[in-house]
């Protein structure tokens, strides 16, 4: 067998935060069809978040020793120091790895991870299987990033000075550039008006013939996602984005911070506060687990802007530790002190 019919393949799930990456993901695990997967996944905040909703899968094509967490910054700009080790991990598994879901943090530019893959130690073992991105159709409709944009270029158009977009903006766009296919969330939630808008919008945005496939729940067949077998490695360069002509990428535009809040009576009523304070400080998206006082089962609580979902998970463990974090996440310069008070209520 030639080394490069060997090499294990490897499909990228990148995606603005909140997207439904973890959800098309767990989604994929839960119809694997007897290919056994292994999944890094890149989290931002202090806390395995997503890393922990796949662990709790319990799902035999993906043991949990088969989930590596890489929390240590953006996994585009620690290569080195993990991703290669991470990927050292799963291709020493017994029996062997058949697939390899990384999922990105939603701030994680696509490009510099797939450039990793043309690493000799790396490229010699796996190849980029397909980039997908997954866009949140319900924000797009609305106008998010399209509004965004527009203020952006009618500045620009009046100062010719600026010289830059938004970063969420950029980073958007950059992640939609390098996509192999696109993942339209939340299709359920949107009109056909809304949904003509949010096919728009991203069409502007792609320069190749990229594939839109809308979705709920992240139901999507996995014959759709994986075995593609693109090699995106080999033609990564070809996909131009906003940071071509950088040495290097920072994630500066953004606060992440932790906030341990008290157990909670009514998940509804906490569920408000996160909206809350979306909408009064600018929060991009709030997840975490909470404590509900005299339930047994764990709280997760996922915001994207004031969207907040809750549910219960499965039961607390003796081996967690029992209390309510949440991750919160946002342009830099977050009000810490402001949100903490309106998420203690």
Request: glycine share 8%.
């Amino acid at each position: 067998m030639t080394a490069s019919v060997s090499r294990v393949p490897c499909t990228v799930v990148t995606g603005f935060l909140g997207a439904g990456k973890t959800t098309l993901i767990r989604h994929l695990l839960e119809n694997a069809k007897g290919k056994r997967l292994a999944i890094i996944v890149n989290e931002f905040g202090d806390i395995g978040i997503d890393g922990e909703i796949l662990k709790g899968c319990g799902i035999d094509s993906c043991p949990e020793e088969n989930i590596v967490e890489l929390a240590n910054g953006c996994i585009c700009c620690t290569v080195a120091d993990d991703f290669v080790p991470a990927l050292d991990q799963i291709l020493s598994r017994t029996p062997k790895v058949d697939h390899i879901l990384i999922e990105t943090s939603g701030l994680a530019l696509p490009k510099p991870l797939v450039q990793a893959f043309q690493w000799p130690s790396v490229k010699s073992r796996v190849t980029v299987d397909g980039v997908i991105a997954v866009v949140d159709g319900p924000a797009l409709a609305e106008g998010r990033v399209a509004n965004d944009m527009d203020a952006l270029q009618a500045q620009r158009a009046q100062d010719e000075t600026l010289d830059h977009d938004d970063p969420v903006e950029e980073v958007f766009e950059d992640q939609v550039a390098c996509a192999d296919l696109i993942i339209l969330s939340k299709s359920d939630l949107m009109d056909a008006a809304g949904s003509a808008r949010a096919n728009a919008i991203i069409g502007e945005h792609v320069a190749r013939a990229v594939k839109i496939v809308p979705t709920s729940q992240g139901k999507v067949d996995p014959s759709v996602l994986l075995g593609l077998g693109l090699a995106v490695e080999d033609d990564i360069e070809n996909r131009k984005t906003h940071h071509d002509d950088e040495l290097d990428h920072e994630h500066d535009d953004f606060d992440s911070f932790v906030i341990d809040i008290a157990s909670v009576s009514n998940p509804d009523e906490l569920a408000k506060r996160v909206a809350t304070a979306a909408e009064e400080e600018n929060v991009l998206r709030v997840k975490g687990f909470v404590e509900v006082g005299g339930k047994p089962m764990r709280l997760l609580l996922q915001a994207v802007g004031p969207r907040v979902n809750h549910y219960y998970d499965r039961a607390w463990t003796a081996e967690d530790d029992r209390r309510s974090r949440l991750v919160v996440i946002g342009l830099k310069g977050l009000n810490r002190p402001a949100i903490e008070r309106i998420l203690a209520g």
